[in-house]
């Protein structure tokens, strides 16, 4: 298993060219709530399988937003075992409210220190890392507010396509995109 990087830590030459967590961020609680349990199951199995091709432990989907029809008080988070790959569907459309969550869960389990390790491994869990590329359905010009912490370093790979369109090529698209990058982790050079 990958060791952890901590954000002011210079990755090592490993951390820059493995790909260990991929979060796709697209569509609304309601267009999730209006795909049929097939579609979902084809999607999930579709996603993990390329994913676990390119080298990740770990696949988090995840909504861009709750959209007009969804129930905001949908918060759940289910955890499948695929071969060589765990999927993690996290339902929470505000990363605001996930902050908040993972503050609160910290604070309610007697963490006396809570520091930037603890609540980053509180936010991901059960994954041990942050995403390394995130792939955020639609255009470069808005981003979602599902995502709050995840922005500070991983890559972020925008694909053109509505979450009823999302299928495996535009997965391994945005993971020949990250392969293709030289990351520096918030550096300039």
């Not at 990740?56 to 695929?82: C, K, Q």
Request: aromatic fraction near 6%; glycine fraction near 8%.
């Amino acid at each position: 298993m990958a060791k952890k990087r901590l954000r002011n830590q210079e990755p090592s030459e490993d951390d820059q060219s493995s790909l260990r967590h991929v979060l796709v961020v697209g569509g609304t609680l309601g267009e999730w709530l209006a795909l049929s349990e097939a579609q979902w199951v084809q999607r999930r199995h579709e996603l993990s399988a390329i994913a676990s091709g390119a080298g990740a432990s770990w696949l988090t989907l995840r909504p861009y937003e709750r959209g007009a029809t969804a129930n905001a008080a949908i918060t759940t988070r289910t955890v499948e075992d695929h071969p060589g790959c765990t999927l993690i569907v996290d339902t929470c459309a505000d990363g605001r409210d996930r902050l908040l969550a993972a503050i609160e869960q910290l604070r309610v389990g007697g963490h006396g220190h809570v520091d930037e390790a603890a609540l980053a491994a509180a936010l991901m869990a059960p994954a041990p890392c942050e995403p390394d590329l995130t792939v955020v359905l639609g255009p470069s010009t808005r981003l979602p507010p599902s995502l709050v912490w995840e922005l500070s370093y991983c890559e972020l790979v925008f694909v053109n396509a509505a979450w009823d369109e999302l299928a495996g090529p535009h997965l391994e698209h945005a993971i020949n995109e990250y392969a293709l990058r030289h990351r520096r982790f918030g550096g300039i050079t």
